[in-house]
Nanobody
Framework: QVQLVESGGGLVRPGESLRLSCAAS????????MGWYRQAPGKQRELVAT???????DYADSVKGRFTISRDNAKNTVYLQMNSLKFEDTAVYYC??????????????WGQGTQVTVSS
């Protein structure tokens, strides 16, 4: 149906930046929203940022002012620019895409996850 391919994770020091990318492909009729979630060891998956097709963006309080989500609709790609990274941002980051794969059917699709590690 819909496949998501993420890239851009890695190991950085506190205060540094990373940019994640996620490209959606497959049987996409229309995309409702794309976003990023993360899961740290021993914790539940949490919302980081979302961007809906109307242009509205939503951020977790913990990343407001540091992270920016953006989309390239022509490429079905969502980006997450992460600045001023902190130790507590360490997690596996998952791309999410809520999309219609037919005229009437939709679902939430997930990427495989990309590791972000903030360490000195």
């Amino acid at each position: 149906q819909v496949q998501l391919v993420e890239s851009g994770g890695g190991l950085v020091r506190p205060g540094e930046s990373l940019r994640l990318s996620c490209a959606a492909s497959g049987s996409i009729f229309s995309i409702v929203a794309m976003g990023w979630y993360r899961q740290a060891p021993g914790k539940q998956r949490e919302l980081v940022a979302t961007h809906n097709s109307g242009g509205a963006r939503d951020y977790a309080d913990s990343v407001k002012g540091r992270f920016t989500i953006s989309r390239d609709n022509a490429k079905n790609t969502v980006y997450l620019q992460m600045n001023s990274l902190k130790f507590e941002d360490t997690a596996v980051y998952y791309c999410n895409c809520r999309a219609y794969y037919s005229y009437t059917e939709w679902d939430d699709f997930w990427g495989q996850g990309t590791q972000v590690t903030v360490s000195s």
